[in-house]
């Protein structure tokens, strides 16, 4: 019984001693140089070998027959190609899939990296996913073809296809394909769109890579179009203070009953316009008659926010002007500054639709304006003052100098001519 419960012992550890050997086996395989020489994959592919070096595979020594298969220490394309050594080739998209997934899956594998394991499960999900592996479509994208296939870098890689500022050009690739998206019903000037509105111009002219590109709308790996009752949650990721508003709105009853689609039923999905009051009567007229107390309400909330805009351009105006003339305008910078404040307090408001809401907001950024007005106002009229009282000072000290200047001149003629007068009287009288 001693015997065999040592016995056991002694194979556990055997075991235990063949695991850390294969793992160290395998750990020195995937962090030793690759002698290309005889590595026949990179002797015969140099154009793959190119797209591979620098590659995040490259550096993590995931190599080629890991995916491909085959025994690269073979120059003998007959054994390295043999299905006895494995050789997979160019897998299908499907396989493909499955054999990313195949370590991307793996949290063993990923956890070293920080690398999330949900991609393969996420992408079954997608429209993608279901294109592919349940209806076989091979038109669907898969992972090569937005992270590429041998040139493939970290997301946060600026060389990365779906780096934020590639990333629309990636999905383009296909849905800007006229032909391929009408198979699909589905229009192709998205990424035009995109491009034209204020997200894309914040993102691919402005460099703001805090704009939302396609996967922030759409999600990535489970990428899928949006539904109507969706639209809040994605957008209210960035606009959450507008969408608390528009729950508060009767336009939510309207949404419910999907009469509209919440955000971009007014801002548009992809061309979506940077917000700004003039939307207030175009818009409002695709559902309501202008004769409406909806649309009425509407011009009565436009006509708040604009009277506020104009009032603080005033403001502004005469701060700057009281600026170059020397005035100390720090206090009223500031007070500026919370004007816009409460003016951009009222412009998610709108989404409420009540007029009081958005007063209070207006109201405050009118009355900081109109006091800031008041107070250069006041000074400016003082400095005017200052400069009439000024100007009569120095007209009186100019009339007073020319007075005493003449009287000088006249004092001194007067003076000339008594000289020549006692001077002429004083001379002998010629007999």
Known sequence: MKNECLMRTIFKIILLWIAVLLFSFSSFRQAEAVDEKSYSCMVCHGEQKVEYKGSIHDKRRILCHDCHGGDPTSLDAEISMSRRAGFVGKPTKKR????????????????????????????????????????????????TDCHGTHRIFLADNPESKVFPTNLPYTCAECHSDKELMDRYNLP??????????????????????????????HGNHGALPPRVTEVEHVCGQCHLTAIDYFDQSPHLNAMKRREMAQCISCHQDHLTRKADVSMLGPVCTKCHEESSGAYKRGQQIKTLIVEAQEEIEEAKKIVAEAKLKGVDVTEDEVGLERAKSNLLQAIPKIHALNLALVEESTVRAKSIASDIKLRIHEILESFRLRKVALGIVWLFLFFTVTALYIKKKRADRAFDLQKEEIKRRSKPMQI
Request: aromatic share 8%.
């Open 96 to 143: 493909l899939t499955f054999l990313c997934g195949n370590c991307h899956a793996d949290r063993k594998r990923m956890k070293p990296f920080g690398i999330p394991t949900h991609q393969l499960e996420d992408y079954k999900t997608s429209q993608h996913g279901i294109a592919l592996l349940e209806r076989n479509d091979s038109n669907s994208a898969t992972c």
């Open 188 to 217: 192709s000037n998205t990424f035009e769109e995109y491009s034209q509105g204020i997200h894309g111009e914040f993102l691919l002219e402005k460099n703001d890579r805090s704009a939302p590109t396609c996967a922030r709308c």
